[in-house]
């Protein structure tokens, strides 16, 4: 069992930042691939970013090319992701999810919200 806690969600301007962290705690942090994904009001859940086990390879979603960044601290057993140029339509609650490859998620945070106000 992986359990993961996700933390830095809030309400920021568009054009600002916010960085989510992701601490996880159980089975060994670097056996795992980490995502971050989002999920709007109304809407399904949306892939984000993903992160291979060493943190040399990442993945992003093209809404957030340029704009998000996701990285990982295996030592810290920590995900984060780094976003800046926040857009009213980032709205989301973004939770991570740890997994054995890109696509298989077995793992889930409860989720922060992040609000962006324009």
């Known amino acids: 069992q992986v359990q993961l806690v996700e933390s830095g969600g809030g309400l920021v301007q568009a054009g600002g930042s916010l960085r989510l962290s992701c601490a996880a705690s159980?089975?060994?942090?670097?056996?795992?691939?980490m995502g971050w994904f989002r999920q709007a009001p109304g809407k399904e859940r949306e892939f984000i970013a993903a992160i291979l086990r060493s943190g040399f390879r990442t993945y992003r979603a093209d809404s957030v090319k340029g704009r998000f960044t996701i990285s990982r601290d295996n030592a810290k057993n920590m995900v984060y992701l780094q976003m800046n140029s926040l857009k009213p339509e980032d709205t989301a609650i973004y939770y991570c999810?740890?997994?054995?490859?890109?696509?298989?998620?077995?793992?889930w945070g409860q989720g922060t919200q992040v609000t962006v106000s324009s």
């Open positions: 999810a740890a997994g054995v490859r890109v696509g298989e998620y077995d793992y």
């Open positions: 159980g089975r060994t942090f670097s056996d795992y691939v």
